[in-house]
């Protein structure tokens, strides 16, 4: 009995048993939807439109690792273009199977294999998902305004607030001296003693890197980052048409960051459940049948799981591989050539 409480205090102090509230969700859902419907609907998809979506989703990572090649290029990490895309191919599809898609930091692991500093590797990774957020972030709010009506007061209190914290935080970064001071010595304090000196000294480098940073370079990231979120909204709305569902365009549009940001709550595995109760929620708005709208989010999830399979493939072929003979010091590594 003691062993089973202790694998029970285990387990909830490793949080992975919150994630199987997603799955006894999506049985509720399963438990309470007419399953032959859903065959009956999974045997008319239009798989024209479902490879559409796969060939959109292939286009969206062309799209992240030209942005994520412009970022390693500035941060002076030079590589043949097909490199990084293998390598953003295999981050992006851990990134789809790991909480908080934090799977994405495999690059890093990819970088140091190759020989170049991890502080810049990490950093070009950091900056690749803030903007991610961001845009998530900005669009969701949106969402949140017109589908649920917030007023416009509140509206404009919260815009204002956000955008001072924006502004703030640019002047800040661009105190090159200040800021690194703070961050270095806050990041110093969190590490364990024996790395103490280096990311002090790592992170006062790398944060005057990022005052340096001019706005052309944070306006192209920002284009290219919204170009991929164009993509993902025509990528789902694809699986929409292939299962013949009729959505206002204006209102799946406002749905996606929504159920993108469920989808990050971390009570479910790969969102399971609790993006599928969303997404019945936010589709019967608009008159679509419980069992259609469960269908777009699985058939959704599916679709995307075949980038994460081409990834596992790829990493099978291009392994990850561990020495202590590559360096990890920006000093020592090569990315200055």
Excluded: C
Excluded at 19 to 27: K, L, N, W
Excluded at 205 to 215: A, H, K, Q, S, V
Aim: net charge positive; charged share 15%; no cysteine.
């Amino acid at each position: 009995m003691e062993k089973i409480k202790s694998y029970i205090g285990k387990a909830v102090r490793s949080r992975w048993v919150f994630r199987f509230i997603g799955i006894a969700i999506f049985i509720l859902i399963l438990l309470r939807i007419d399953l032959k419907e859903a065959l009956r609907t999974l045997a008319s998809v239009d798989l024209r439109f479902v490879f559409l979506s796969l060939m959109i989703q292939a286009a969206a990572i062309v799209v992240a690792t030209v942005r994520w090649q412009f970022i390693l290029v500035r941060l002076k990490i030079r590589q043949p273009f097909i490199r990084t895309f293998l390598q953003q191919l295999v981050g992006t599809s851990a990134a789809l199977v790991t909480p908080g898609q934090l799977g994405e930091f495999v690059k890093v692991l990819y970088q140091r294999n190759e020989g170049f500093p991890v502080p810049e590797s990490f950093l070009s990774v950091v900056i690749d998902r803030v903007y991610d957020l961001l845009m998530l972030f900005l669009f969701g709010f949106i969402s949140l305004a017109i589908l649920f009506g917030l007023s416009p007061n509140t509206t404009l209190i919260l815009s204002v607030i956000i955008s001072i914290g924006f502004v703030l935080g640019f002047l800040f970064l661009r105190n090159k001296e200040k800021s690194a001071d703070v961050i270095a010595n806050t990041l110093s304090r969190m590490s364990p003693k024996a790395y103490k000196e280096s990311i002090r000294r790592d992170a006062r480098r790398l944060t005057r890197e990022i005052g340096d940073f001019d706005i052309g370079f944070l306006i192209v990231i920002g284009l290219l980052t919204i170009v991929n979120y164009v993509l993902l909204i025509f990528r789902i709305y694809a699986i929409v048409l292939s299962l013949h569902i009729v959505v206002p365009f204006w209102y799946f549009v406002m749905t996606v960051p929504l159920l993108r940001l469920v989808g990050l709550i971390p009570i479910s595995i790969l969102g399971i459940g609790t993006r599928d109760l969303a997404s019945i929620y936010l589709y019967g708005q608009v008159g679509v049948p419980d069992t259609s709208a469960l269908l777009i989010s699985t058939l959704g999830l599916f679709t995307i799981q075949v980038q994460a399979i081409i990834g596992l493939v790829v990493w099978w072929q291009y392994p990850i591989k561990f020495s202590e003979e590559k360096s990890i010091s920006g000093q020592e590594a090569s990315a200055n050539d």
